[in-house]
């Protein structure tokens, strides 16, 4: 009988150890891992890093979950990167702006500064000489040629230089489309 009573106890002993001793590794996975990756595909990293977190404490040395880790703190380091380029690049786009306005602030200071100082000399001018009439002034000019009178020389030379626009956009313009295909005429 003492015999039987060891038995049972070494055996309720072994179950009641090997209850505590591990969690099966689909159980680690159901309950942390599947869940976190889940969150980490949709978007959620916070609630991934929290849930990988929290399966590590338990489970620290589970692979699946360290890789998991790991690339949750790769997914941060790379946000906070771009973060900080980010704000660099606001941080040189306001530079340029705050440049540009000082450019143009002292351009309109010397602008205003030009017109002072030419309203001055305007000033200090002596009177305007009594003018004369504006036919003595000018020199007698030539009428312009009317722009419909154009000599046959002119003509030609215009359309010389239209056909030779027109070649060179066909030349130019052969290497995109290929050469023109010569076709038969079939009628």
Do not use: C
Request: glycine content about 2%; cysteine-free.
């Amino acid at each position: 009988m003492k015999k039987r009573i060891t038995i049972a106890i070494f055996t309720l002993a072994v179950s009641a150890f090997a209850q505590e001793a591990e969690i099966p590794e689909t159980d680690i996975d159901n309950t942390y891992f599947h869940p976190a990756a889940s969150m980490y595909i949709h978007g959620d990293a916070a609630g991934a890093s929290n849930l990988v977190h929290t399966g590590l404490a338990q489970f620290p040395d589970n692979g699946k979950l360290l890789r998991l880790k790991e690339l949750l703190d790769q997914q941060q380091q790379n946000q906070d990167q771009q973060n900080q380029d980010q704000q660099d690049q606001n941080q040189d786009q306001d530079q340029q702006n705050q440049d540009q306005q000082e450019q143009n602030n002292d351009q309109q200071n010397q602008d205003q500064q030009n017109q002072d100082q030419q309203d001055q000399n305007q000033d200090q001018q002596s009177p305007p000489e009594p003018e004369q009439p504006q036919e003595q002034n000018q020199p007698a000019q030539q009428e312009p040629p009317r722009a419909e009178e154009m000599s046959p020389d002119e003509a030609e030379r215009l359309m010389d230089a239209m056909k030779q626009d027109e070649e060179t956009k066909r030349l130019m313009l052969q290497p995109v489309m290929g050469a023109p295909v010569k076709v038969d005429k079939d009628w």
